[in-house]
């Protein structure tokens, strides 16, 4: 069991758990994601890891409610146990020195990023970072990013805060801008990810998504979560979760995605009449 | 002497018309008169071949003889010695190549049906006995500690085994239960949780400690283990990386590998959905491509999950199915439909890129090949469609590489096993074990167990040397 020492709803839909796990805080590193079961009936789902701190042994993971299992998990409370908490899991991001890293973050893996981003600028890369959202209520963690970037733009698609419009406008304005760059991470929902490598292909920028299939071992057991990258067939979960963008067929792995909408919508059906919670 | 009785007991199970829409287990198990009369026709020979035939040197005409004279408490015992694990192997041994091969009454077409004491003698204990009446004396402490990776059967026996001998041992288990392929891989109607979980139950008892959700190779390596606290590991990870085909379509939504369908099943409890969280697509038509155990495993769960048509897709006859006679039979039975002498070529999906259908070759037998069977041949030409909506692989595994990638000086061969002594488990590494299916790739429990018995024996010896 593994107790969460802090909940802080970010926006409404949005939260972070600060969970205890001092082994996997000690081995944590950028890019790296979790899996977790909330109690005995409960599916296995990976998180990606937000932060961590090994010092306080702890392991801060970010989540939207969608489906059942992120439903239930939001109404636990600071004090309350999650049953397991499996990681890190999946190979870290690759940090080195590139030169310049455009950072770019949709919805709610703003909390994907930091860590990254933090990483890719220690490691003396300037970093240019993009998050986006919907709308503003959505936004979380704008100071904190701007905190490790060199520069930070915001967009909202409705135009609700800051520049109005979709992360890849001013993607695209960097790279046919005056400045180079050198490496772009694109991380968020998968359409996201694929229109953010598609517009750096045309300028040939290495990009790289993290992608985010079913899994249900999150160990190399199942073959779940595997995806097609440059024609070959890998596994996310350990041959992952980042791949070159540019080399990933988006179409499988949309389809790959939606093989239990059926079984979702009937799950979480239940769990609202049950749970007498209705939205 | 004793006129021969040539009648094996026969097992009770389940009505395959019921059985094959229920997850309960098929064989109902010995009634003590069963027993007893099953008991009494083991002529208790001097050469003791039954033994000889186990990976794990069961005192097996010891046990049976005190199931004859009523004695359950001492069958338990002399069970228990030699393997920690009897509920599981008295199911899913395959006594017909070991210990009921060798009996003195196989010759004669009738071997004592030792598996299915063991079952009744260990399902006895369960029933019966407080778990702590049948612990062994506490051993003298050793001072060492021993890691085993993996609670499968090589890990449970080595940890068991290394516990008796006074060893401090910590099983670390990678998913979120302890049992490894007992748990994930065999279904529920062959191998009932409870009884695993009371097993692994017993081995904690012995004082191994257990901790799950502990990744070896990413949360701690191997090496970690060494420079810390650990004298000696043994590595029983087993092969749990799944083969897929590499044909085209094998990505299309409804293709699953059969490590994927029975993790989400017998793991996960998906025929338990939507109680249990974790779903699982019930087809209408499924085929399961492959002959093993595994397959059979598969195309049953699909069957009692609700599908129409269940195919068992194989590439060569039906004398060279490697599952088990009992478990082929048991699916004839349940209505499986084999299609033998039959390969996949492609996967057919529709535009939403779910599988509907698969394009297969008919296949003749030439030559033997390195396997000794006779090698499967492509009929050019022969290519024909069979509609499906679902379809598990059920090739194989090779093991995971996670834990020989992130350890120095392990050796593995092409296959991924890892390299270890055949008689003591003992790896190129120092202080390092291994034994399973690691070693051998995708094998039996009992070969498992016996690996484990032979690599603690070796740990043990050289703990004390």
Known sequence: MYKILLKQDLVPNIHLFKVAAPAVAKKAQPGQFVVIRIDEKGERIPLTIADWDEGEGSVTIVFMEVGTTTHKLALLQTGDFITDFIGPLGLPTHIDEFG???????????????????????????????????????????????????????????????????????????????????????????????????????????????????????????????????????????????????????????????????????????????????? | MPKLNLNREPMPRQDPKIRSKNFNEVALGYSAEQAQAEANRCIQCPKRSCTEGCPVEVDIPGFINAIREGDMPEAVKLLKDKNSLPGICGRVCPQETQCEATCSLAKKDAPIAIGRLERFVADWERANMQSASSLPAQPAPSGKQVAVVGSGPAGLTAAADLVKLGHSVTIFEALHVAGGVLMYGIP????????????????????????????????????????????????GTGAGLPMFLNIPGENLNGIYSANE?????????????????????????????????????????????????????????????????????????????????????????????????????????????????????????????????????????????????????????????????????????????????????????????????????????????
């Open chain 1, 100 to 279: 310049t890293v455009v950072c770019v973050a949709g919805g709610f893996a703003v909390a994907t990023i930091m860590p990254i981003a933090r990483a890719m600028r220690a490691k003396g890369n300037q970093v240019i970072s993009i998050m986006g959202a919907r709308n503003k209520e959505l936004l979380f963690w704008e100071e904190e990013l701007r905190r490790v970037s060199d520069q930070l733009i915001v967009t909202t698609d409705d135009g609700s805060y800051a520049r109005k419009g979709l992360v890849t406008e001013p993607l695209k304005e960097l790279l046919e801008g005056d400045g180079k760059v050198d490496r772009v991470i694109a991380i968020g929902p998968s359409i996201m990810m694929k229109f953010c490598s598609k517009t750096t292909e045309p300028f040939g920028v290495k990009t790289v998504v993290s992608l985010n299939p079913i899994m249900v071992d999150g160990t190399g057991m199942c073959g779940c979560c595997r995806v097609s990258v440059g024609g070959e067939t890998k596994f996310a979960c350990v041959d992952g979760p980042d791949f070159d963008g540019h080399q990933v067929d988006w179409d499988l792995l949309f389809a790959r995605q939606r093989i239990y909408l059926d079984e979702e919508k009937c799950s979480f059906e239940q769990w609202q009449s049950q749970s007498g919670i209705l939205k």
């Open chain 2, 188 to 235: 529920e109607f062959r191998l009932p949780k409870d009884i695993v979980q009371a097993e692994v139950d017993y081995v904690a008892s012995l004082g191994v400690k257990v901790e799950l959700d502990s990744v070896i190779g990413k949360l701690v390596t191997l090496d970690e283990l060494l420079n810390n606290d650990y004298h000696a590991v043994f590595l």
């Open chain 2, 261 to 465: 369908f029975l993790t989400r099943v017998n793991l996960m409890k998906a025929y338990r959905f939507p109680e249990y969280d974790t779903p699982v697509k019930v087809g209408r038509k499924v085929a399961v491509i492959g002959g093993g155990n595994v397959a059979m495993d598969s195309a049953r769960c699909a069957l009692r999950l609700g599908a129409d048509e269940v195919y068992i897709v194989y590439r060569r006859s039906e004398v060279e199915l490697p599952a088990r006679r009992e478990e082929v039979e048991n699916a004839q039975e349940e209505g499986i439909e084999f299609k033998l002498l039959t390969n996949p070529k492609r996967m057919l999906g529709n535009e939403q890129n779910w599988v509907v259908g698969m394009e297969c070759y008919e296949m003749e037998l030439g030559e033997p090949d390195d396997s000794g069977r006779r090698r499967p041949i492509v009929k050019e030409g022969s290519e024909f469609i069979i509609d499906v909506d679902v379809v598990i692989v059920a090739l194989g595994t090779t093991p995971n590489p996670l834990i020989a990638s992130t350890t120095d000086g392990l050796e593995t061969t092409r296959w991924g096993t890892v390299v270890a002594d055949e008689e003591t488990g003992k790896t190129v590494k120092s202080q390092v074990w291994a034994g399973g299916d690691i070693v051998t790739g995708a094998a039996t429990v009992i070969s498992a167990m016996g690996a484990g018995k032979r690599a603690a024996a070796s740990i043990d010896e050289y703990l004390r040397g």
